[in-house]
């Protein structure tokens, strides 16, 4: 039930201003305590090792890509965002490489899938999260986009990895996840 004060309440509340010294001490609260938000982009937040920003193609420290172009990213991207289109490695017997890789970066929903079906730690996702143009198809990243935010991002690549057990810091990742074939030598027969 609503109380019912005094007119001499009233009155004097009135003559004391006593509405207005209550909103102001919310805000007298406030100015004293640190600010919860960031001047972005002037300020930015620390981005945890375990962020899903972009995705990046890797290389072996020899420079080597470290893609083998098996398509299983492909077969795990819930969006069906990527295309690998591969094929066979002259230099490499029994090796194949991604000749083409693209990802729809507008269609992931940055789940990480790709990056946990991949058997040789190619793709990582990196902290880059400014990438907005008024342009969607630059959004479409090809292998050399790929490539070169891996180059960028590779301390955040690797950080990812490590951060999410797929890799161990400073272990050889080829030796790591992924056994290669080894080339069977034909001997002609006797
Ligand atoms: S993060 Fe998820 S949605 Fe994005 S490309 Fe990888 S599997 Fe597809
Ligand atoms: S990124 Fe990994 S999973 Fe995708 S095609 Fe290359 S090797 Fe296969």
């Not at 004060?5 to 640190?34: C, G, N, Q, Y």
């Not at 945890?48 to 193609?57: E, F, I, V």
């Not at 058997?119 to 990196?126: G, R, S």
Request: glycine letters at 4%; one cysteine or more; charged letters at 30%.
């Amino acid at each position: 039930m609503p109380t019912t004060s005094s007119p001499a309440k009233k009155l004097f509340d009135t003559v004391l201003f006593r509405e207005i010294w209550e909103a102001m001490k919310v805000t007298f609260r406030h100015m004293f305590h640190r600010p919860m938000t960031f001047e972005y982009p002037r300020e930015k937040r620390t981005i945890p090792d375990t962020h899903r920003g972009a995705l990046a193609l890797l290389r072996y420290d020899d420079g080597q890509e470290r893609c083998v172009g098996c398509d299983l990213c492909e077969a795990a991207c819930p969006s069906h965002c990527i295309k690998v289109i591969s094929e066979e490695d002259k230099t490499r017997p029994l090796q194949r490489y991604a000749k083409e890789f693209y990802i729809d970066i507008t269609k992931c929903v940055f789940c990480g899938y790709c990056v946990e079906a991949c058997p040789v730690n190619a793709l990582a996702m990196t902290k880059l999260y400014e990438y907005s143009t008024p342009d969607k198809r630059t959004l479409l990243f090809d292998k050399a986009r790929l490539y070169e935010i891996g180059e960028r991002y590779l301390e955040d690549g690797k950080r990812y990895l490590y951060a999410h057990n797929q890799e161990k810091e400073g272990e050889e990742s080829r030796a790591y996840r992924y056994q290669f074939p080894v080339p069977v030598q034909k001997t002609p027969n006797a």
